[in-house]
């Protein structure tokens, strides 16, 4: 009887502990963020994102003023994955260039016929040149120059993947130009040139930043000028690029300003992500807005009132709005 009672008491207990439990993790709410390559800036963007989440939901615990959010950040492949990823609502969050951002939300370029209608906006992060970078004794000077060169177009799902198909196509080159036309990741690309498996590779990303100074500073790679009637005709006809500059000592063999054209990197969601999670990871970073400039070199110029409007092509999370306007942004 008494052992009876006690298993009772024991039966009790556990369905109360579980009832708690779940509760608790009702509450709990996991999100990801799409980034890019583990060398390149979009991965610190998603960790640093991470990380003022968690630091908010530390302080929360103290104030109160609990959110329940766990982030994670994983490397991915890209801009196009991951707004891919993002339309199969396989990831919440994700960090895309300005020029895919316009033309996954208009249908357009690669996006053709099959536009994301409820690709949201939330913030534009830091400017991101389009790279072309060379062997320091390829003699490549121009786009001209990677006729009959091996050539890293990168991988599919890269922004950079993308930029570079729409640059062949302004400049009439194909893949049959080239003398191979790899599929390289950005992890990867630094370290073949290096290793002298291909000759130049393209690349669009923050300044500066660890794989592209495995190339300039770890054997002499250099990053060349695009300047021609072609990128004049790309900034001319879209909002989403503008031209560049990589200044001069940025790497060891930045020995003059580099002037290319490029985009900027941008913060994107999707409609279905619910807008209190949007508007506590938004408020996260914004409150937080100087710790996550200390975090990369490429965000120390980061200003909020720009962030919320440039680059920006898909209309903003309403959740993101709600903290825009309590801020007096908008
Ligand atoms: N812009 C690149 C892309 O869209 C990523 C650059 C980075 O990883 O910082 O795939």
């Not at 708690?20 to 390149?40: D, L, M, Q, R, V």
């Not at 490549?140 to 177009?153: H, M, P, Q, T, V």
Request: with cysteine; hydrophobic share 35%.
């Amino acid at each position: 009887m008494r052992k009876l009672t006690v298993t009772t008491l024991a039966l009790a207990f556990a369905a109360g502990t579980l009832f708690a439990a779940g509760t608790a993790e009702a509450k709990k709410k996991f999100i990801s963020i799409g980034t890019g390559g583990p060398t390149g800036v979009y991965f610190v963007v998603g960790q640093s994102i991470c990380r003022l989440v968690h630091k908010a939901a530390a302080e929360g615990r103290k104030t109160g003023r609990k959110h329940g959010i766990r982030c994670s950040a994983p490397s991915t492949g890209g801009s196009t994955y991951n707004i891919g990823q993002i339309r199969e609502g396989e990831l919440d969050f994700g960090v895309a260039q300005s020029d895919w951002q316009y033309h996954a939300y208009n249908g357009s370029s690669k996006f053709k016929g099959n536009a994301f209608k409820k690709l949201r906006a939330v913030f534009s992060v830091h400017p991101e040149p389009y790279h072309i970078i060379v062997g320091g004794n390829s003699g490549i000077k121009s786009w001209a120059d990677l006729k009959g060169k091996r050539f890293n177009i990168g991988n599919p799902g890269s922004g950079q993947r993308g930029t570079t198909e729409v640059l062949m196509a302004k400049y009439g080159t194909k893949k049959s130009d080239f003398k191979i036309a790899t599929e390289l990741t950005s992890t990867e690309q630094s370290k073949a040139l290096c290793d002298g498996k291909i000759d130049a590779y393209g690349y669009t990303v923050g300044v500066p930043n660890a794989g592209v100074s495995v190339a300039t500073d770890g054997c002499g790679a250099k990053i060349i000028n695009l300047q021609t009637s072609v990128e004049k005709g790309l900034v001319d006809a879209n909002p989403f690029y503008a031209f560049a500059t990589i200044p001069k000592g940025t790497y060891k063999t930045t020995n003059a300003d580099v002037t290319t054209f490029g985009v900027m990197a941008t913060f994107v969601t999707s409609a279905d992500v619910d807008a209190k999670v949007v508007y506590e990871v938004v408020r996260a970073v914004f409150e937080n807005i100087a710790d996550f400039r200390k975090l990369h070199p490429a965000f120390r110029n980061l200003d909020p009132k720009l962030m919320i409007k440039n680059a920006l092509s898909a209309p903003l999370h309403p959740g993101a709005v709600k903290y825009y306007k309590e801020k007096g942004w908008m």
